[in-house]
Protein backbone atom coordinates (compact mmCIF):
# COMPACT_ATOMS: atom_id res chain seq x y z
CA UNK A 1 0.00 0.00 0.00
CA UNK A 2 1.91 3.71 -0.90
CA UNK A 3 1.04 6.10 1.71
CA UNK A 4 -1.53 9.24 -0.41
CA UNK A 5 -2.39 11.35 2.29
CA UNK A 6 -1.49 14.86 1.56
CA UNK A 7 -0.31 17.47 4.04
CA UNK A 8 -3.10 20.61 3.31
CA UNK A 9 -2.72 22.51 6.61
CA UNK A 10 -1.54 23.41 9.36
CA UNK A 11 -3.10 23.24 13.21
CA UNK A 12 -1.13 25.25 15.93
CA UNK A 13 -1.18 24.69 19.00
CA UNK A 14 -0.07 27.07 21.95
CA UNK A 15 1.06 25.18 25.25
CA UNK A 16 2.74 26.19 28.00
CA UNK A 17 4.05 29.30 26.43
CA UNK A 18 5.04 27.44 23.49
CA UNK A 19 3.64 27.12 19.92
CA UNK A 20 3.55 24.01 17.82
CA UNK A 21 2.92 23.51 14.68
CA UNK A 22 0.83 19.95 13.50
CA UNK A 23 0.34 18.63 10.24
CA UNK A 24 -3.07 18.70 9.04
CA UNK A 25 -3.37 15.47 6.40
CA UNK A 26 -6.51 15.46 4.36
CA UNK A 27 -7.42 11.83 2.66
CA UNK A 28 -9.90 11.51 -0.67
CA UNK A 29 -12.75 12.05 1.40
CA UNK A 30 -14.02 12.48 4.74
CA UNK A 31 -12.42 14.67 7.62
CA UNK A 32 -9.17 15.73 7.75
CA UNK A 33 -6.90 14.59 10.36
CA UNK A 34 -4.27 16.50 13.04
CA UNK A 35 -1.36 14.61 13.01
CA UNK A 36 -0.45 14.06 16.62
CA UNK A 37 2.75 11.70 16.30
CA UNK A 38 5.17 14.60 17.13
CA UNK A 39 3.36 15.82 19.88
CA UNK A 40 4.76 13.84 22.89
CA UNK A 41 8.75 14.53 21.71
CA UNK A 42 8.05 18.30 21.10
CA UNK A 43 5.27 19.05 24.49
CA UNK A 44 5.51 16.10 26.39
CA UNK A 45 2.08 15.87 26.15
CA UNK A 46 -0.26 12.82 25.18
CA UNK A 47 -3.93 13.31 23.47
CA UNK A 48 -6.69 11.95 25.34
CA UNK A 49 -9.36 9.86 23.67
CA UNK A 50 -10.97 7.09 25.28
CA UNK A 51 -13.03 4.93 22.71
CA UNK A 52 -11.61 6.44 19.92
CA UNK A 53 -14.05 9.15 18.55
CA UNK A 54 -12.09 11.20 16.97
CA UNK A 55 -9.03 9.40 16.83
CA UNK A 56 -7.56 8.05 13.20
CA UNK A 57 -5.82 4.63 14.22
CA UNK A 58 -4.84 4.38 10.28
CA UNK A 59 -4.52 5.30 6.67
CA UNK A 60 -7.02 3.27 5.42
CA UNK A 61 -7.90 2.78 1.14
CA UNK A 62 -10.42 -0.19 1.98
CA UNK A 63 -14.06 1.12 3.18
CA UNK A 64 -15.41 5.19 3.39
CA UNK A 65 -18.12 5.62 5.97
CA UNK A 66 -20.54 9.26 5.83
CA UNK A 67 -22.34 8.63 9.22
CA UNK A 68 -24.05 12.09 8.27
CA UNK A 69 -25.22 11.14 4.74
CA UNK A 70 -25.54 7.17 5.61
CA UNK A 71 -23.03 6.43 3.21
CA UNK A 72 -20.88 3.13 2.88
CA UNK A 73 -18.59 2.81 0.01
CA UNK A 74 -16.12 -0.50 -0.36
CA UNK A 75 -13.35 0.84 -1.92
CA UNK A 76 -15.48 3.78 -3.55
CA UNK A 77 -18.65 1.36 -4.74
CA UNK A 78 -21.78 2.15 -2.99
CA UNK A 79 -23.01 -0.93 -0.69
CA UNK A 80 -26.62 -0.45 -2.03
CA UNK A 81 -25.21 -1.19 -6.19
CA UNK A 82 -22.67 -3.60 -4.39
CA UNK A 83 -25.77 -5.77 -2.61
CA UNK A 84 -28.36 -5.60 -5.45
CA UNK A 85 -25.09 -6.37 -8.73
CA UNK A 86 -22.13 -8.33 -7.01
CA UNK A 87 -21.41 -11.20 -5.65
CA UNK A 88 -19.96 -12.01 -1.65
CA UNK A 89 -16.84 -13.60 -3.67
CA UNK A 90 -17.11 -10.44 -6.00
CA UNK A 91 -16.71 -8.02 -3.39
CA UNK A 92 -14.57 -10.10 -1.17
CA UNK A 93 -11.86 -9.94 -4.37
CA UNK A 94 -12.87 -5.97 -4.41
CA UNK A 95 -12.21 -5.48 -0.63
CA UNK A 96 -8.51 -7.59 -1.05
CA UNK A 97 -7.44 -6.02 -3.91
CA UNK A 98 -8.74 -2.91 -4.28
CA UNK A 99 -10.24 -3.57 -7.73
CA UNK A 100 -13.42 -5.48 -9.00
CA UNK A 101 -12.44 -8.79 -10.60
CA UNK A 102 -12.55 -8.99 -14.55
CA UNK A 103 -13.86 -12.45 -15.52
CA UNK A 104 -10.56 -14.40 -15.82
CA UNK A 105 -9.63 -12.98 -12.48
CA UNK A 106 -13.08 -13.99 -10.85
CA UNK A 107 -12.85 -17.71 -11.80
CA UNK A 108 -9.27 -18.28 -10.69
CA UNK A 109 -10.14 -16.11 -7.30
CA UNK A 110 -13.43 -18.56 -7.28
CA UNK A 111 -11.46 -21.64 -7.98
CA UNK A 112 -8.99 -20.68 -5.54
CA UNK A 113 -11.32 -20.50 -2.49
CA UNK A 114 -12.77 -23.64 -3.13
CA UNK A 115 -9.85 -25.57 -3.32
CA UNK A 116 -9.44 -24.29 0.77
CA UNK A 117 -12.98 -25.33 1.76
CA UNK A 118 -12.34 -28.57 3.38
CA UNK A 119 -10.64 -28.50 7.47
CA UNK A 120 -8.23 -30.82 8.60
CA UNK A 121 -9.79 -33.71 9.83
CA UNK A 122 -8.35 -32.99 13.13
CA UNK A 123 -10.03 -30.37 13.39
CA UNK A 124 -12.84 -32.33 14.07
CA UNK A 125 -11.52 -33.27 17.49
CA UNK A 126 -11.53 -29.74 18.79
CA UNK A 127 -15.39 -29.88 18.18
CA UNK A 128 -15.74 -32.82 20.26
CA UNK A 129 -14.17 -31.00 23.30
CA UNK A 130 -16.83 -28.75 23.49
CA UNK A 131 -19.71 -29.01 25.53
CA UNK A 132 -22.59 -29.42 23.32
CA UNK A 133 -24.53 -26.41 24.84
CA UNK A 134 -21.39 -23.93 24.04
CA UNK A 135 -22.19 -21.38 22.23
CA UNK A 136 -21.56 -21.49 18.49
CA UNK A 137 -19.33 -18.10 18.70
CA UNK A 138 -17.10 -19.97 21.41
CA UNK A 139 -16.57 -22.87 19.14
CA UNK A 140 -16.00 -20.54 16.11
CA UNK A 141 -13.42 -18.59 18.39
CA UNK A 142 -11.51 -21.28 19.66
CA UNK A 143 -11.67 -23.23 16.23
CA UNK A 144 -10.52 -20.55 13.84
CA UNK A 145 -7.41 -19.48 16.63
CA UNK A 146 -6.79 -23.46 16.58
CA UNK A 147 -5.77 -23.06 12.80
CA UNK A 148 -2.88 -21.23 13.82
CA UNK A 149 -1.52 -24.67 15.06
CA UNK A 150 -2.03 -26.21 11.26
CA UNK A 151 -0.81 -23.30 9.35
CA UNK A 152 1.97 -21.67 11.20
CA UNK A 153 4.54 -21.71 7.76
CA UNK A 154 1.47 -18.67 7.53
CA UNK A 155 3.19 -16.42 10.52
CA UNK A 156 5.90 -15.05 7.65
CA UNK A 157 2.82 -12.16 7.35
CA UNK A 158 5.83 -9.92 4.96
CA UNK A 159 5.81 -12.81 2.48
CA UNK A 160 3.06 -11.99 -0.21
CA UNK A 161 2.89 -15.37 -1.08
CA UNK A 162 1.83 -16.36 2.30
CA UNK A 163 -0.34 -13.84 3.57
CA UNK A 164 -2.88 -14.64 0.00
CA UNK A 165 -3.04 -17.86 1.04
CA UNK A 166 -3.86 -17.21 4.76
CA UNK A 167 -6.41 -14.85 3.23
CA UNK A 168 -8.08 -17.53 1.01
CA UNK A 169 -7.72 -20.13 3.42
CA UNK A 170 -9.91 -17.85 6.20
CA UNK A 171 -12.71 -17.16 3.33
CA UNK A 172 -12.77 -20.76 2.19
CA UNK A 173 -12.80 -21.78 5.55
CA UNK A 174 -14.87 -20.06 7.55
CA UNK A 175 -17.81 -21.11 6.72
CA UNK A 176 -17.36 -24.41 7.08
CA UNK A 177 -16.40 -23.71 10.34
CA UNK A 178 -19.44 -21.92 11.41
CA UNK A 179 -21.55 -24.63 9.48
CA UNK A 180 -19.83 -27.06 11.76
CA UNK A 181 -20.49 -25.45 15.28
CA UNK A 182 -24.36 -25.49 14.14
CA UNK A 183 -24.51 -29.00 13.75
CA UNK A 184 -22.34 -29.66 17.00
CA UNK A 185 -24.60 -27.87 18.94
CA UNK A 186 -28.21 -29.36 17.46
CA UNK A 187 -26.44 -32.70 17.31
CA UNK A 188 -26.74 -33.51 13.64
CA UNK A 189 -23.72 -34.62 11.47
CA UNK A 190 -21.58 -32.35 10.02
CA UNK A 191 -21.88 -31.76 6.36
CA UNK A 192 -19.05 -31.38 4.03
CA UNK A 193 -18.53 -28.43 1.72
CA UNK A 194 -19.59 -29.17 -1.70
CA UNK A 195 -17.37 -27.47 -4.38
CA UNK A 196 -20.13 -27.54 -6.89
CA UNK A 197 -22.24 -25.01 -5.17
CA UNK A 198 -21.31 -21.16 -4.67
CA UNK A 199 -20.27 -19.68 -1.77
CA UNK A 200 -23.79 -19.20 -0.10
CA UNK A 201 -25.11 -22.00 -1.23
CA UNK A 202 -22.58 -23.99 0.08
CA UNK A 203 -22.82 -22.64 3.59
CA UNK A 204 -26.69 -23.19 3.56
CA UNK A 205 -25.86 -26.95 2.55
CA UNK A 206 -23.93 -27.44 5.39
CA UNK A 207 -25.96 -25.49 7.38
CA UNK A 208 -29.65 -27.51 6.52
CA UNK A 209 -28.80 -30.72 4.66
CA UNK A 210 -28.70 -33.51 6.18
CA UNK A 211 -27.43 -37.44 5.09
CA UNK A 212 -31.45 -38.93 4.71
CA UNK A 213 -32.91 -36.45 2.78
CA UNK A 214 -32.13 -34.52 -0.27
CA UNK A 215 -31.88 -30.68 0.33
CA UNK A 216 -32.35 -27.69 -2.46
CA UNK A 217 -31.47 -24.02 -1.82
CA UNK A 218 -33.78 -21.58 -3.19
CA UNK A 219 -32.04 -19.20 -5.39
CA UNK A 220 -34.13 -16.10 -3.35
CA UNK A 221 -32.84 -17.39 0.01
CA UNK A 222 -29.16 -18.26 -1.52
CA UNK A 223 -29.09 -14.87 -2.85
CA UNK A 224 -30.18 -13.32 0.40
CA UNK A 225 -27.84 -14.97 2.02
CA UNK A 226 -25.19 -13.69 -0.19
CA UNK A 227 -26.53 -10.11 0.29
CA UNK A 228 -26.15 -10.49 3.74
CA UNK A 229 -22.21 -11.47 3.50
CA UNK A 230 -21.73 -8.84 1.12
CA UNK A 231 -23.59 -5.92 3.76
CA UNK A 232 -21.56 -7.38 6.70
CA UNK A 233 -18.23 -7.91 4.39
CA UNK A 234 -16.42 -4.60 5.95
CA UNK A 235 -17.20 -1.59 7.81
CA UNK A 236 -13.72 0.27 8.15
CA UNK A 237 -12.54 0.79 11.88
CA UNK A 238 -15.05 -0.44 14.32
CA UNK A 239 -14.04 -2.10 17.28
CA UNK A 240 -13.25 -5.77 15.86
CA UNK A 241 -11.13 -4.71 12.77
CA UNK A 242 -9.18 -2.12 15.01
CA UNK A 243 -8.44 -5.93 17.42
CA UNK A 244 -7.47 -7.33 14.35
CA UNK A 245 -5.35 -4.73 13.41
CA UNK A 246 -3.84 -4.09 16.76
CA UNK A 247 -2.85 -7.85 17.32
CA UNK A 248 -1.32 -8.28 13.64
CA UNK A 249 0.85 -4.97 14.21
CA UNK A 250 2.67 -7.17 16.49
CA UNK A 251 3.39 -9.53 13.38
CA UNK A 252 0.73 -12.31 15.18
CA UNK A 253 -0.57 -15.50 12.93
CA UNK A 254 -3.54 -14.28 10.78
CA UNK A 255 -5.77 -16.91 12.54
CA UNK A 256 -4.92 -15.98 15.63
CA UNK A 257 -5.55 -12.39 14.96
CA UNK A 258 -9.00 -13.35 13.50
CA UNK A 259 -10.14 -15.02 16.52
CA UNK A 260 -8.84 -11.81 18.24
CA UNK A 261 -11.26 -10.31 15.98
CA UNK A 262 -14.55 -13.01 16.60
CA UNK A 263 -13.70 -12.46 20.29
CA UNK A 264 -13.95 -8.58 19.88
CA UNK A 265 -17.22 -9.22 18.12
CA UNK A 266 -19.09 -11.22 19.95
CA UNK A 267 -20.54 -8.43 22.37
CA UNK A 268 -23.59 -6.91 22.09
CA UNK A 269 -22.97 -3.33 22.10
CA UNK A 270 -20.95 -4.87 18.04
CA UNK A 271 -21.89 -8.12 16.21
CA UNK A 272 -24.19 -9.28 19.10
CA UNK A 273 -26.66 -7.40 18.47
CA UNK A 274 -28.77 -8.67 15.61
CA UNK A 275 -29.10 -11.42 18.45
CA UNK A 276 -30.26 -8.69 21.33
CA UNK A 277 -32.25 -7.08 19.03
CA UNK A 278 -34.49 -10.06 18.27
CA UNK A 279 -34.86 -11.42 21.23
CA UNK A 280 -36.05 -7.53 22.05
CA UNK A 281 -38.20 -7.80 19.55
CA UNK A 282 -40.02 -10.90 20.49
CA UNK A 283 -39.91 -9.74 24.29
CA UNK A 284 -41.85 -6.65 22.76
CA UNK A 285 -44.24 -9.40 21.15
CA UNK A 286 -47.04 -6.84 20.04
CA UNK A 287 -46.88 -3.51 18.72
CA UNK A 288 -48.98 -1.93 21.73
CA UNK A 289 -45.88 -2.43 24.10
CA UNK A 290 -43.67 -0.74 22.15
CA UNK A 291 -44.73 2.58 23.92
CA UNK A 292 -43.40 1.01 27.39
CA UNK A 293 -40.00 -0.04 25.83
CA UNK A 294 -39.63 3.35 24.09
CA UNK A 295 -40.36 4.74 27.69
CA UNK A 296 -37.48 2.32 28.96
CA UNK A 297 -34.73 2.99 26.62
CA UNK A 298 -35.06 6.65 27.49
CA UNK A 299 -35.59 6.09 31.27
CA UNK A 300 -31.65 7.23 32.24
CA UNK A 301 -32.34 5.05 35.23
CA UNK A 302 -32.65 1.71 33.51
CA UNK A 303 -29.94 0.59 31.11
CA UNK A 304 -32.42 -1.03 28.87
CA UNK A 305 -31.42 0.45 25.16
CA UNK A 306 -33.46 -0.03 22.02
CA UNK A 307 -31.33 -2.79 20.26
CA UNK A 308 -30.64 -2.31 16.84
CA UNK A 309 -30.64 1.47 16.84
CA UNK A 310 -27.85 3.97 17.39
CA UNK A 311 -24.15 3.90 15.62
CA UNK A 312 -21.10 5.21 16.63
CA UNK A 313 -20.09 7.06 13.41
CA UNK A 314 -24.11 6.75 11.51
CA UNK A 315 -25.89 9.87 12.24
CA UNK A 316 -28.27 8.79 10.11
CA UNK A 317 -30.07 5.99 8.71
CA UNK A 318 -27.43 3.05 8.55
CA UNK A 319 -27.73 1.88 4.41
CA UNK A 320 -27.42 -1.22 5.30
CA UNK A 321 -30.72 -1.14 7.52
CA UNK A 322 -32.38 -0.21 4.35
CA UNK A 323 -31.54 -2.93 2.09
CA UNK A 324 -31.58 -5.76 5.13
CA UNK A 325 -35.31 -4.41 5.07
CA UNK A 326 -36.18 -5.03 1.84
CA UNK A 327 -34.25 -8.66 1.73
CA UNK A 328 -36.56 -9.41 4.87
CA UNK A 329 -39.33 -8.95 2.54
CA UNK A 330 -37.72 -10.54 -0.12
CA UNK A 331 -37.42 -14.16 2.62
CA UNK A 332 -40.32 -13.74 4.05
CA UNK A 333 -42.44 -13.42 1.01
CA UNK A 334 -40.52 -16.65 -0.53
CA UNK A 335 -40.94 -18.43 2.61
CA UNK A 336 -44.70 -17.44 2.41
CA UNK A 337 -44.09 -16.92 6.39
CA UNK A 338 -46.75 -14.16 8.19
CA UNK A 339 -43.81 -13.04 11.29
CA UNK A 340 -45.99 -10.47 13.52
CA UNK A 341 -42.25 -9.45 14.63
CA UNK A 342 -41.41 -8.12 11.11
CA UNK A 343 -44.85 -6.04 12.05
CA UNK A 344 -43.25 -5.00 15.67
CA UNK A 345 -40.50 -4.06 14.10
CA UNK A 346 -41.74 -2.00 10.90
CA UNK A 347 -43.87 -0.08 13.87
CA UNK A 348 -40.93 0.42 16.75
CA UNK A 349 -39.18 2.31 13.68
CA UNK A 350 -41.98 4.48 12.98
CA UNK A 351 -42.94 5.18 16.22
CA UNK A 352 -38.78 5.62 17.37
CA UNK A 353 -37.60 8.28 14.26
CA UNK A 354 -40.54 10.32 15.38
CA UNK A 355 -40.07 10.53 19.17
CA UNK A 356 -37.99 13.60 20.30
CA UNK A 357 -35.35 11.66 22.01
CA UNK A 358 -34.37 9.48 19.08
CA UNK A 359 -34.17 12.93 16.61
CA UNK A 360 -32.27 14.81 18.94
CA UNK A 361 -29.78 12.14 19.56
CA UNK A 362 -29.57 10.97 15.97
CA UNK A 363 -30.52 7.08 16.64
CA UNK A 364 -31.43 5.26 13.60
CA UNK A 365 -32.32 1.86 12.98
CA UNK A 366 -28.58 0.01 12.05
CA UNK A 367 -27.74 -3.13 10.31
CA UNK A 368 -28.65 -5.14 13.11
CA UNK A 369 -32.43 -4.02 13.16
CA UNK A 370 -33.65 -6.33 10.55
CA UNK A 371 -30.74 -9.18 10.37
CA UNK A 372 -32.41 -11.31 13.49
CA UNK A 373 -36.09 -11.46 11.19
CA UNK A 374 -34.03 -12.30 8.43
CA UNK A 375 -31.81 -14.96 9.70
CA UNK A 376 -34.93 -16.22 11.94
CA UNK A 377 -36.73 -17.04 8.61
CA UNK A 378 -33.80 -18.65 7.02
CA UNK A 379 -33.44 -21.24 10.29
CA UNK A 380 -31.19 -20.11 11.93
CA UNK A 381 -30.98 -19.53 16.08
CA UNK A 382 -30.35 -16.63 17.73
CA UNK A 383 -27.07 -17.95 18.92
CA UNK A 384 -25.83 -18.34 15.52
CA UNK A 385 -26.53 -14.83 14.24
CA UNK A 386 -22.93 -13.21 15.23
CA UNK A 387 -21.61 -16.57 14.28
CA UNK A 388 -22.63 -15.41 10.18
CA UNK A 389 -21.65 -11.44 11.06
CA UNK A 390 -18.04 -13.20 11.80
CA UNK A 391 -18.10 -14.88 8.70
CA UNK A 392 -18.91 -12.46 6.34
CA UNK A 393 -16.56 -10.12 8.19
CA UNK A 394 -13.54 -12.31 7.90
CA UNK A 395 -13.03 -11.12 4.43
CA UNK A 396 -13.00 -7.18 5.75
CA UNK A 397 -10.18 -8.32 9.04
CA UNK A 398 -7.99 -10.06 6.34
CA UNK A 399 -8.09 -7.21 3.91
CA UNK A 400 -7.37 -4.67 6.69
CA UNK A 401 -5.14 -6.73 8.31
CA UNK A 402 -3.14 -7.59 5.00
CA UNK A 403 -3.50 -3.66 4.02
CA UNK A 404 -2.00 -2.59 7.51
CA UNK A 405 1.82 -5.17 7.11
CA UNK A 406 1.72 -3.70 3.26
CA UNK A 407 1.52 -0.15 4.54
CA UNK A 408 4.81 1.29 5.02
CA UNK A 409 4.64 3.67 8.49
CA UNK A 410 3.00 0.68 9.93
CA UNK A 411 4.36 0.43 13.56
CA UNK A 412 3.62 -1.34 16.71
CA UNK A 413 -0.07 -0.27 17.86
CA UNK A 414 0.66 0.72 21.19
CA UNK A 415 -1.65 3.34 22.91
CA UNK A 416 -0.78 5.56 26.00
CA UNK A 417 -2.76 6.31 28.82
CA UNK A 418 -3.56 8.79 31.37
CA UNK A 419 -2.95 7.30 34.67
CA UNK A 420 -4.47 8.15 37.96
CA UNK A 421 -3.38 5.32 40.12
CA UNK A 422 -1.41 5.91 43.09
CA UNK A 423 1.91 7.29 42.76
CA UNK A 424 5.31 5.41 44.01
CA UNK A 425 4.87 4.01 47.74
CA UNK A 426 6.75 1.21 49.71
CA UNK A 427 5.87 -2.10 50.17
CA UNK A 428 4.26 -2.67 53.46
CA UNK A 429 4.64 -5.83 54.72
CA UNK A 430 1.80 -7.99 55.71
CA UNK A 431 1.53 -7.97 59.28
CA UNK A 432 1.74 -3.99 59.58
CA UNK A 433 -1.56 -3.91 56.63
N1 LIG B 1 -31.33 3.23 22.82
C1 LIG B 1 -31.49 4.29 23.65
N2 LIG B 1 -30.57 5.26 23.82
C2 LIG B 1 -29.44 5.15 23.11
C3 LIG B 1 -29.20 4.08 22.21
C4 LIG B 1 -30.20 3.11 22.08
N3 LIG B 1 -30.02 2.06 21.26
N4 LIG B 1 -27.98 4.23 21.63
C5 LIG B 1 -27.47 5.36 22.15
N5 LIG B 1 -28.35 5.92 23.04
C6 LIG B 1 -28.17 7.19 23.77
C7 LIG B 1 -27.21 7.00 24.93
O1 LIG B 1 -27.91 6.69 26.13
C8 LIG B 1 -26.55 8.34 25.00
O2 LIG B 1 -27.41 9.23 25.68
P1 LIG B 1 -26.79 10.44 26.56
O3 LIG B 1 -26.03 11.31 25.62
O4 LIG B 1 -28.02 11.11 27.14
O5 LIG B 1 -25.93 9.79 27.59
C9 LIG B 1 -26.46 8.79 23.53
O6 LIG B 1 -27.54 8.09 22.87
C10 LIG B 1 -25.15 8.45 22.85
O7 LIG B 1 -24.87 7.06 23.09
P2 LIG B 1 -23.42 6.45 23.29
O8 LIG B 1 -23.54 5.16 24.02
O9 LIG B 1 -22.53 7.50 23.86
O10 LIG B 1 -23.02 6.20 21.78
P3 LIG B 1 -21.88 5.24 21.28
O11 LIG B 1 -21.44 5.79 19.99
O12 LIG B 1 -20.85 5.04 22.34
O13 LIG B 1 -22.64 3.84 21.09
C11 LIG B 1 -23.80 2.03 20.18
C12 LIG B 1 -23.03 3.32 19.89
C13 LIG B 1 -24.07 1.28 18.85
C14 LIG B 1 -22.97 1.10 21.08
C15 LIG B 1 -25.14 2.38 20.86
O14 LIG B 1 -25.93 3.21 20.02
C16 LIG B 1 -25.92 1.15 21.28
O15 LIG B 1 -25.67 0.60 22.36
N6 LIG B 1 -26.90 0.67 20.43
C17 LIG B 1 -27.60 -0.55 20.68
C18 LIG B 1 -26.70 -1.73 20.32
C19 LIG B 1 -26.62 -1.93 18.81
O16 LIG B 1 -27.63 -1.91 18.10
N7 LIG B 1 -25.39 -2.17 18.34
C20 LIG B 1 -25.15 -2.50 16.92
C21 LIG B 1 -24.27 -1.51 16.23
S1 LIG B 1 -24.29 -1.75 14.45
C22 LIG B 1 -23.44 -3.24 14.23
C23 LIG B 1 -21.99 -3.16 14.50
O17 LIG B 1 -21.33 -2.24 13.98
O18 LIG B 1 -21.48 -4.02 15.22
Known sequence: MENLI??????KLSLDGKNIDLPVYSGSLGAPAIDVRGLYKTSGHFTFDPG?????STESQITFIDGGKGQLLYRGYPIEQLAEKSTFLEVSYLLIHGELPNKKQNTEFTNTITQHTMLHDQIESFFHGFRRDAHPMAMMCGTVGALSGFYHDDTHTTVDDARNVAMHRLIAKIPTIAARAYKYSIGQPHVFPDNSLNYAENFLNMCFSVPAAPYHVSPTISRAMDK????????????????????GSSGANPYACIAAGIACLWGPSHGGANEACLNMLREIGSVDRIPEFIARAKDKNDPFRLMGFGHRVYKNFDPRSRVMQKVAHEVLDELGIRNPVLDVAKELEKIALEDEYFIEKKLYPNVDFYSGIVLSALGFPTSMFTVLFALART?????????????????IGRPRQL???????????????
Not at 235 to 242: D, L, V
Open 395 to 411: VGWISQWNEMLEDPSQR
Open 6 to 11: KQTATA
Open 228 to 247: IFILHADHEQNASTSTVRLA
Open 52 to 56: YTSTC
Open 419 to 433: YTGPTQRDFVPMEER
